[in-house]
Nanobody, 122 residues
Framework: QVQLVESGGGLVQAGGSLRLSCAASGRTSTDYAMGWFRQAPGKEREFVAAISRSATGTYYANSVKGRFTISRDNARNTVYLQMNSLKPEDTAVYYC???????????????WGQGTQVTVSS
């Protein structure tokens, strides 16, 4: 089992940047591919980005492609989401999750963090 704790959320103006971190504890982080999801008020949780165990592969939602970058530091058991050129529609609670499969499908993610709020003002 793995425990996940997100940090780095906050309030930022449109066009600004934030970097989210997800610290994993428990089993070795390299046992899992990792993903970021988000849930805006009144909307379903959606996929944002994923990274393979060895960081050789990534997936991005079309809405964030070219603006967000997912990365991982396996020595530190940490996954990052660098978010640039933020828009008000990026406002959401962002969740980190772990999966045995490198996938964009939420149902395949076994472990979830508690989430961190990102608010982008216009």
């Amino acid at each position: 089992q793995v425990q996940l704790v997100e940090s780095g959320g906050g309030l930022v103006q449109a066009g600004g940047s934030l970097r989210l971190s997800c610290a994993a504890s428990g089993r070795t982080s390299t046992d899992y591919a990792m993903g970021w999801f988000r849930q805006a008020p009144g909307k379903e949780r959606e996929f944002v980005a994923a990274i393979s165990r060895s960081a050789t592969g990534t997936y991005y939602a079309n809405s964030v492609k070219g603006r967000f970058t997912i990365s991982r530091d396996n020595a530190r058991n940490t996954v990052y989401l660098q978010m640039n050129s933020l828009k008000p529609e990026d406002t959401a609670v962002y969740y980190c999750a772990a999966t045995y499969s490198f996938t964009t499908a939420q149902a395949m993610y076994n472990y979830w963090g508690q989430g961190t709020q990102v608010t982008v003002s216009s």
